[in-house]
Nanobody
């Protein structure tokens, strides 16, 4: 198992930046995939960015070129740097960890952090 604690959300004007952090309770070397998802009111949760083993990354088309996912192995922390924020980026952002075992993949979630972008 792993516990995830997010931080860094807040209120920012359009065009501004925020950096989200996700601290894991175990070495992120032991986690197959870490990523960020978001959920806006009335919408389904969607993938924003993911980092797989070997530091391979992937992004939603809507954030490519604006958001960057990165990791600090020594701190067991994954970050989401968000630049050029738009009002449509407003959502609760969730950190996700996926761990594969003989029983299949298991997903773990943080509590979420609110990001609000004003126009």
């Amino acid at each position: 198992q792993v516990q995830l604690v997010e931080s860094g959300g807040g209120l920012v004007q359009a065009g501004g930046s925020l950096r989200l952090s996700c601290a894991a309770s175990r070495s992120i070397f032991t986690i197959n995939t870490m990523g960020w998802y978001r959920q806006a009111p009335g919408k389904q949760r969607e993938l924003v960015a993911v980092m797989r083993s070997g530091s391979l990354t992937d992004y939603a088309d809507s954030v490519k070129g604006r958001f960057t996912i990165s990791r600090d192995n020594a701190k067991n922390t994954v970050y989401l740097q968000m630049n050029s924020l738009k009002p449509e980026d407003t959502a609760v952002y969730y950190c996700n960890a996926r761990i594969h075992s003989a029983y299949g993949p298991s997903d773990y979630w943080g509590q979420g952090t609110q990001v609000t972008v004003s126009s």
